[in-house]
Antibody
Framework: QVQLKESGPGLMQPSETLSLTCTVS????????VGWVRQPLGKGLVWMGT???????NYNSAVQSRLSISRDTSKSQVFLKMNSLQPEDTGTYYC?????????????WGQGVMVTVSS | DVVMTQTPVSLSVSLGGQVSISCRSS???????????LSWYLQKPGQSPQLLIY???NRFSGISDRFSGSGSGTDLTLKISRVEPDDLGVYYC?????????FGSGTKLEIK
């Protein structure tokens, strides 16, 4: 079955670079896109960016200058890197499979990883 | 950016009852190809969001027919009938018509 699992450090300091990994199974990264969605504690969902089956990417302009999404298809892994972290980047980060032909819908989600940015 | 406005912010319903959640967008969600890319998600307490409905009215795999989506343009609705205890949580609408992809701020469903 389709599964996604995020991993990465839970605590970061301001100005550091966040690196998260999404390991997927049950589908191929060359067949589906994978996106990252952030959820500040107790708040709503914010799309950050997506890497598509062909390897192209789309980013939210709000974080585009700080964000990079890449992948290793041989390892079924998608990577998020975001620099210049600030306390407002604190939240739960989800990776989710996306279906391009259904309007970039997020059809399967990982469990999420909580990231806290604090000095 | 397309702003998604959900109402109400919260609602309480008795088991077996019916509720409707509204999602209004600041711009039409009709894509150039004629499709309307509006989805609904449910985030149960302590869990990740899960997809319920996509392209306005299509139920995702395994989703009960108690959930139905409707609407067009900028005015979309999720209806839940015969509410069950497992339906509690926060419901989000999300649009995929235009970048950046955006979500509504959520509607919290509580069971009386």
């Amino acid at each position: 079955q389709v599964q996604l699992k995020e991993s990465g450090p839970g605590l970061m300091q301001p100005s550091e670079t966040l690196s998260l990994t999404c390991t997927v199974s049950g589908f191929s990264l060359t067949s589906n896109g994978v996106g990252w969605v952030r959820q500040p504690l107790g708040k709503g969902l914010v799309w950050m960016g997506t890497i598509w089956a062909g390897g192209s990417t789309n980013y939210n302009s709000a974080v585009q200058s700080r964000l990079s999404i890449s992948r290793d298809t041989s390892k079924s892994q998608v990577f998020l890197k975001m620099n210049s972290l600030q306390p407002e980047d604190t939240g739960t980060y989800y990776c989710a499979r996306q279906d391009y032909y259904s309007g970039a819908v997020f059809d399967y989600w990982g469990q999420g990883v909580m990231v806290t940015v604090s000095s | 950016d397309v702003v998604m406005t959900q109402t109400p912010v919260s609602l309480s319903v008795s088991l077996g009852g019916q509720v409707s959640i509204s999602c209004r967008s600041s711009q039409s969600l009709v894509h150039n190809n004629g499709n309307t890319y509006l989805s609904w998600y449910l985030q149960k307490p302590g869990q990740s969001p899960q997809l319920l409905i996509y392209k306005v009215s299509n139920r995702f795999s395994g989703i009960s027919d108690r959930f139905s989506g409707s609407g067009s343009g900028t005015d979309l609705t999720l209806k839940i009938s015969r509410v069950e205890p497992d339906d509690l949580g926060v419901y989000y609408c999300g649009q995929g018509t235009q970048y950046p992809l955006t979500f509504g701020s959520g509607t919290k469903l509580e069971i009386k």
